[in-house]
């Protein structure tokens, strides 16, 4: 059965700072690999995803994640934070019957 | 532009009470979803549907139930038997085709509070 960790339940970071967030998935099958943010009382927004190819995908805002096979994992970065950055992220992974199964969220802060 | 559309964003209801949840989309998409969101859980799967006239149940289905008789429309229905209907209800869509797995588009959502 698939399955998605965000192990960092609340991150906080200056303005400014780098960021990562972790993922790590269970998955039988090659993965399909998504990163969304959503901010309070909103939807949720695609921010980048990994069908195949490249490891290291470019998303929108500045965000890129990389796949490592070896690890499990799909990691969210940034360089450098910016307030508007605050929201909460998801990492999912794409079954076969295209349905997304959703890790638990991080919540991320940013301090000027 | 094309999206999806939930309404109402805020619902209250009285324990006992049946409500449906409504979400429209106008992206031709194929796929629609009803997805549950409470704090520290993350978004769970209650239905979801690929075709009109069919659907699925999905991870958490018990006391909801959906119709999808337009391509556009898939409302959901919280009935009296959901034991803790209190949540944040996001609908999605996505695009089927062969081979191609698309990404899905979510509404802002609907907060459902019963009491």
């Known amino acids: 059965a698939q399955s998605v960790t965000q192990p960092d339940i609340h991150i906080t970071v200056s303005e400014g700072a780098s960021l990562e967030l972790r993922c790590n998935y269970s998955y039988g099958a090659t993965p399909y690999l998504f990163w969304y943010v959503q901010s309070p009382g909103q939807g949720l927004q695609l921010l980048l995803k990994y069908f195949s190819g490249d490891t290291l995908v470019q998303g929108i805002k500045g965000f890129e994640a990389e796949f490592k096979r070896s690890q499990s994992s799909f990691n969210l970065r940034k360089p450098s934070v910016h307030w508007s950055d605050a929201a909460e992220y998801f990492c999912?992974?794409?079954?076969?019957?295209?349905?997304?199964?959703f890790g638990t969220g991080t919540r991320l802060t940013v301090i000027p | 532009d094309g999206g999806i559309t939930q309404s109402p964003k805020y619902l209250f209801r009285k324990e006992g009470q049946n409500v449906t949840l409504s979400c429209e989309q106008n992206l031709n998409h194929d796929a629609m979803y009803w997805y549950r969101q409470d704090p520290g859980q993350g978004l769970r799967l209650i239905y979801y549907?690929?075709?009109?006239?069919?659907?699925q149940k999905g991870d958490i289905a018990e006391g909801y139930s959906v119709s999808r008789e337009k391509k556009e429309s898939f409302p959901l229905t919280v009935t009296s038997a959901q034991k803790n209907p209190t949540a944040f209800y996001l609908c999605a869509s996505s695009q089927l085709g062969q081979g191609i797995w698309s990404p899905l588009h979510f509404g802002n959502g609907t907060r459902l509070t019963v009491t």
């Open positions: 999912a992974v794409g079954t076969g019957a295209n349905n997304l199964f």
């Open positions: 549907s690929q075709i009109v006239n069919d659907f």
